[in-house]
């Protein structure tokens, strides 16, 4: 079946832009997850959603950034104002219980120039 | 605050040899998981070890899992240049709310 889903695949963007990540995730997977990974600090795990609650948003790196889940599926993570330092591939994962093994989407490259 | 530690971080072999990559980690952990990662691309998920003592193999590759010691190593047998790639493991301390945290990867290339 398909895999997890992102896009764009690629975004470049001027720094104080607004941008929207989008991620569809395995059909019937309830658990879904967003992650930045960067050179400098590896992979790191930013907001998790199981249905359409994120129980902790604690992850999110500053309150430009926000995410929202919608019908149990697509999720969407909105950087405002962009800066330099948001430069990153962002993973989206998601897996079939709240512990199962999260299988991950291909990633959006985002370049804040 | 979880840590978690792989060595070594980058590692050059020869087709035909045998190696170990090693993960420890700082806490008592749920699960730990074995990611694949080639250039440009995103996390393939490779084994989850559940219980202290776990092993499990696929191909050339052997995980294990020793959660007194809080440590998993990854096992590479007669590389071969095919498994050139980024090895991430990850530690789930929360039952996924938390997410994973991973290690910093170790880049293996595997000469022919």
Redesign the interface.
């Known amino acids: 079946g398909a895999g997890v889903s992102q896009s764009p695949s690629n975004k470049v963007t001027e720094k104080g832009k607004d941008v929207e990540l989008r991620c569809d995730p395995i059909s019937g997977h309830t658990?879904l997850?967003w992650?930045r990974q960067s050179l400098g600090q590896?992979?790191e795990?930013?907001?998790?959603f199981?249905g359409n609650s994120a129980?902790?948003k604690s992850?999110l790196p500053s309150d430009r950034f926000s995410a929202e889940r919608t019908g149990g599926s697509v999720s969407t993570l909105t950087i405002q104002r962009t800066q330099q330092e948001d430069s990153a591939v962002y993973?989206c994962?998601s897996?079939s219980?709240?512990?199962?093994?999260?299988?991950?989407?291909?990633?959006t490259r985002l370049l804040v120039l | 605050e979880l840590k978690v530690e792989q060595n070594p971080l980058f590692l050059s072999m020869q087709e035909g040899k045998n190696y170990t990559i090693y993960c420890n980690y700082s806490t008592t952990s749920d699960r730990l998981y074995w990611y694949r990662q080639d250039p440009g691309k995103s996390l393939e998920s490779l084994f989850v070890l559940l219980s202290n003592g776990a092993v499990k193999q696929e191909g050339r590759l052997m995980a294990s899992l020793d959660t007194k010691a809080r440590l998993s190593t990854l096992h590479i047998t007669a590389a071969v240049h095919d498994l050139s790639a980024t090895y991430f493991c990850a530690v789930d301390i929360g039952g996924g709310a938390d997410g994973l945290t991973f290690g910093k990867g170790t880049h293996l290339i595997i000469q022919p």
């Open positions: 658990a997850y992650y590896g992979l795990f930013l907001i998790y199981q129980p902790d992850g993973l994962a897996s219980v709240r512990s199962g093994t999260q299988y991950f989407g291909p990633g």
